[in-house]
């Protein structure tokens, strides 16, 4: 009886859009806890400019380190105006030890992983509201 009530009142049109509004804080908060995984637990490692990539923001470096364990991996800088370190020059690196491939050049900001927290919630309670709207009210 409950679905053909929710047909009936017409509730059931906005259940898609329910799930998109979660879906989308989902993924904000995906990418924010990425961030913030560096903030926590990353370690700090020596790593080397090994080239140089052009965006569209500006040139980025892209650094090659080791982590403890000996492995080697690359991560890319945030573009500036011009490179931060010349080819061979020495970079500070910070990388997740559970996920080394989650590695950025320092320094790293973390106004963007706020905002992608904030924005998360902000997302989240209109799809939770809905949810509730549709099957409790």
């Not at 090994?50 to 040139?59: C, E, L, S």
């Not at 924005?119 to 939770?128: F, K, N, R």
């Amino acid at each position: 009886m409950t679905s053909v009530h929710l047909a009936a009142s017409g509730s059931a049109y906005f259940v898609p859009h329910a799930l998109l509004t979660l879906g989308v804080s989902g993924v904000l908060a995906f990418f924010a806890r990425r961030l913030f995984s560096l903030r926590i637990r990353g370690v700090q490692a020596q790593g080397v400019c090994a080239k140089h990539t052009f965006a569209r923001d500006g040139v980025a470096v892209v650094a090659r380190f080791e982590t403890e364990s000996g492995e080697t991996f690359r991560c890319l800088g945030r573009p500036a105006a011009i490179a931060s370190a010349r080819i061979g020059e020495p970079l500070d690196v910070i990388y997740d030890p559970r996920n080394p491939k989650n590695a950025q050049v320092l320094p790293v900001g973390y106004a963007g992983a706020y905002a992608m927290s904030v924005l998360s919630v902000i997302t989240a309670v209109p799809g939770i509201w809905l949810l509730g709207w549709i099957f409790l009210g």
